[in-house]
T-cell receptor, first 113, second 113 residues
């Protein structure tokens, strides 16, 4: 398996633009997580899904952030409109059912100018 | 809810010297504990985890960690580091009744020749 695949690897955009980050989890993994990593806050859980259903989105910072998982093999994290303070590395991770081991993607480095 | 404190933000160390990265957690329930490593420009990888059983856990690349319930600690150690161990190290905790990992702020390990 190719592991968790995220795209793009790098995204540079201007303030106010819409940004969409994509994630393909490992096949057969029932859990999918979106994390944000910043120097100030470290790693923060934004949202996680179980069997494509959002379970806990309490980490989503504001209404500008939204995440979807239309099927078991694809998820998106959208920021609209983007702001400079959204600049961070966004990680997607997946996990098999009843297993605490997370498999992380390589992350998307987002820069909002 | 659980939380993690990594006591050292930066740890410089010479090659072939030992290293210890300190991690303390707080939780009102029993926990599972993890150490993740992030090499430059890469995603997170699992180094080792403690779920139950022996309190001394051995992981990849010669790392080990000891779970100490009375001290609420899970310190990571390696007896002899290599230049390639230069990376960011994250301690993480999840409650036995939860699925949300809480990460520490990370410890940057820089190994010098």
């Amino acid at each position: 398996d190719a592991g968790v695949i995220q795209s793009p690897r790098h995204e540079v955009t201007e303030m106010g633009q819409e940004v969409t980050l994509r994630c393909k989890p490992i096949s057969g993994h029932d859990y999918l997580f979106w994390y944000r990593q910043t120097m100030m806050r470290g790693l923060e859980l934004l949202i996680y899904f179980n069997n494509n259903v959002p379970i806990d989105d309490s980490g989503m910072p504001e209404d500008r952030f939204s995440a979807k998982m239309p099927n078991a093999s694809f998820s998106t994290l959208k920021i609209q409109p983007s702001e400079p303070r959204d600049s961070a590395v966004y990680f997607c991770a997946s996990s098999p059912d009843n297993d605490e081991k997370l498999f992380f993607g390589s992350g998307t480095q987002l820069s909002v100018l | 809810a659980q939380s993690v404190t990594q006591l050292d933000s930066q740890v410089p160390v010479f090659e072939e010297a030992p290293v210890e990265l300190r991690c303390n957690y707080s939780s009102s329930v029993s926990v599972y504990l993890f150490w993740y490593v992030q090499y430059p420009n890469q995603g997170l990888q699992l180094l080792l985890k403690y779920l139950s059983g022996s309190t001394l856990v051995k992981g990849i690349n010669g790392f080990e960690a000891e779970f100490n319930k009375s001290q609420t600690s899970f310190h990571l150690r390696k007896p002899s580091v290599h230049i390639s161990d230069t990376a960011e190290y994250f301690c993480a905790v999840v409650g036995s009744n939860d699925y949300k990992l809480s990460f520490g702020a990370g410890t940057t390990v820089t190994v010098r020749a």
